[in-house]
T-cell receptor, first 114, second 118 residues
Framework: EAQVTQNPRYLITVTGKKLTVTCSQN?????MSWYRQDPGLGLRQIYY???????DKGDVPEGYKVSRKEKRNFPLILESPSPNQTSLYFC?????????????FGPGTRLTVL | AQKVTQAQTEISVVEKEDVTLDCVYE???????LFWYKQPPSGELVFLIR??????QNEISGRYSWNFQKSTSSFNFTITASQVVDSAVYFC???????????????FGQGTILTVHP
């Protein structure tokens, strides 16, 4: 089944404790992206990747890191999480020609930073 | 910088009513892409449509239709004869090149919460 998977789905952590949210897709998509969703702010793009080893900042990259060493995986790393990073996070992927096409989203990861 | 505004935070209608969700965007590019996504109460995000800036034809898909007007920078979404299952948060999004080499950067609107009452 074609899908985007994220792990964990739920995470409660404490300020400063490094964490990684994994994202994997099995559709051989070139494009992958991370978003956070907050009430009243909609979805905001954190980072995106057009292909392996090619990443770029979205609108809210501060406090986050990503890597794209393999086509299927695009982990989101919070080196030192803070309470303002409490949010719902979505990973997405897309088959890309010259533009972003339909994005397939993962189920979301709800992160709470105490 | 690109910007997407969905001025309607919440809309409430009764089943069978028609409803239009507004989306206004700002961009400096002449080539860009517009999207609509649906997020039902279960939380997943579902793609509805993609439109490029050179295609101003309106599109209809069943009860859904989209009106793209470059002159007013709007890409509105209409649901005809709404149903309870249409209750969801709807997001409009914009992808532009902005002088770069890719269209990977996406900006979403704040979303419109649509509630359809039986």
């Amino acid at each position: 089944e074609a899908q985007v998977t994220q792990n964990p789905r739920y995470l409660i952590t404490v300020t400063g404790k490094k964490l990684t949210v994994t994202c994997s897709q099995n559709m051989n998509h070139e494009y992958m992206s991370w978003y956070r969703q907050d009430p009243g702010l909609g979805l905001r793009q954190i980072y995106y990747s057009m292909n392996v080893e090619v990443t770029d900042k979205g609108d809210v990259p501060e406090g986050y890191k990503v890597s794209r060493k393999e086509k299927r995986n695009f982990p989101l790393i919070l080196e030192s999480p803070s309470p303002n990073q409490t949010s719902l996070y979505f990973c997405a992927s897309s088959f890309r020609l010259a533009t972003v096409n339909e994005q397939f989203f993962g189920p979301g990861t709800r992160l709470t930073v105490l | 910088a690109q910007k997407v505004t969905q001025a309607q935070t919440e809309i409430s209608v009764v089943e069978k009513e028609d409803v239009t969700l507004d989306c206004v965007y700002e961009t400096r590019d002449t080539t860009y892409y517009l999207f609509w996504y649906k997020q039902p109460p279960s939380g997943e995000l579902v793609f509805l449509i993609r439109r490029n800036s050179f295609d101003e034809q309106n599109e209809i898909s069943g009860r859904y239709s989209w009106n793209f007007q470059k002159s007013t920078s709007s890409f509105n979404f209409t649901i005809t004869a709404s149903q309870v299952v249409d209750s969801a948060v709807y997001f409009c999004a914009l992808s532009e090149n902005a002088g770069g080499t890719s269209y990977g950067k996406l900006t979403f609107g704040q979303g419109t919460i649509l509630t359809v009452h039986p």
